[in-house]
C-alpha cells in the first residue's frame, strides 16, 4: 500500500512567521500536487511538481520535490491570515488517482 | 482549469431515505470522476471511480449498492446515498482529473447530514 506522510497535521503561529510542511513517501512518485482547501469548498490545486529536484514558488510560497520524487515540502514565508486553510499533498499514481496525504490544518493569526 | 459543479451543496435527509449528489462538468467531456468522503479536518477518502458508460470501480471497504454511481455522460455523475444512516453524514465532493497531469479539478463538495 502506498503511503503519502504528511505533517504536521495542526499549526497555529502568529503572523509574520515562516512554516513548513513536509510530505513524505517510501513510494516514487511521477507528480506530486499541492492543494489547499477552505471550509466547506473542493480543494484548489497550488502547483504540481514533475522533476526531481523542482522548486516551485507561488508569491510567499515554496514547493520542492526531492531528488528521489518520494517527498516534497511546501515552505511559507511571512505567514498571512489569509494563508489559513488545509494543505493537502497528493502523488500521482496509475490511472489518474492520487496518494493523498492526511492534510496540515494551518491556522495564522493576526 | 476545468470548472465542476456540484447539486446540492447541503442536504439534510432522514434516516433510511435516499439522497442523489449530481457533479457535473462545465466546460469539458469528462470521462472519469472522483468521488471523494471527507470527515471534519481529515484528508480526502477515495470512495470510488467513475467513468463514463462503464461501472464504477469501487475502494476496499465501500459499499457499492449503498453508494450508487451513475455516469451516464461525458457531463454528469451521480453518487447516489441509499437508505441513508446517521453515520453517512459527512462532506462528498467529486473531481475530474486532467489526463496528462493527473491534476484534479475539484467540484465544491456536498455537505450531507442524516438526521
Not at chain 1, 48 to 73: I, N
Not at chain 1, 81 to 105: E, F, R, S
Not at chain 2, 69 to 85: G, P, Q, Y
Not at chain 2, 91 to 99: A, D, G, L, Q, V
Amino acid at each position: 500500500t502506498q503511503l503519502l506522510e504528511q505533517s504536521p497535521q495542526f499549526l497555529s503561529i502568529q503572523e509574520g512567521e515562516n512554516l513548513t510542511v513536509y510530505c513524505n513517501s517510501s513510494s516514487v512518485f511521477s507528480s506530486l500536487q499541492w492543494y489547499r482547501q477552505e471550509p466547506g469548498e473542493g480543494p484548489v490545486l497550488l502547483v504540481t511538481v514533475v522533476t526531481g529536484g523542482e522548486v516551485k514558488k507561488l508569491k510567499r510560497l515554496t514547493f520542492q520535490f526531492g531528488d528521489a520524487r518520494k517527498d516534497s515540502s511546501l515552505h511559507i514565508t511571512a505567514a498571512q491570515p489569509g494563508d489559513t486553510g488545509l494543505y493537502l499533498c497528493a502523488g500521482a499514481v496509475g490511472n489518474y488517482q492520487l496518494i493523498w496525504g492526511a492534510g496540515t490544518k494551518l491556522i495564522i493569526k493576526p | 482549469g476545468a470548472v465542476v459543479s456540484q447539486h446540492p451543496s447541503w442536504v439534510i435527509c432522514k434516516s433510511g431515505t435516499s439522497v442523489k449528489i449530481e457533479c457535473r462538468s462545465l466546460d469539458f467531456q469528462a470521462t472519469t470522476m472522483f468521488w471523494y468522503r471527507q470527515f471534519p479536518k481529515q484528508s480526502l477518502m477515495l470512495m470510488a471511480t467513475s467513468n463514463e458508460g462503464s461501472k464504477a470501480t469501487y475502494e476496499q471497504g465501500v459499499e457499492k449498492d449503498k453508494f450508487l454511481i451513475n455516469h451516464a455522460s461525458l457531463t454528469l455523475s451521480t453518487l447516489t446515498v441509499t437508505s441513508a444512516h446517521p453515520e453517512d453524514s459527512s462532506f462528498y465532493i467529486c473531481s475530474t482529473p486532467e489526463r496528462s497531469t493527473y491534476e484534479q479539478y475539484f467540484g465544491p463538495g456536498t455537505r450531507l447530514t442524516v438526521t
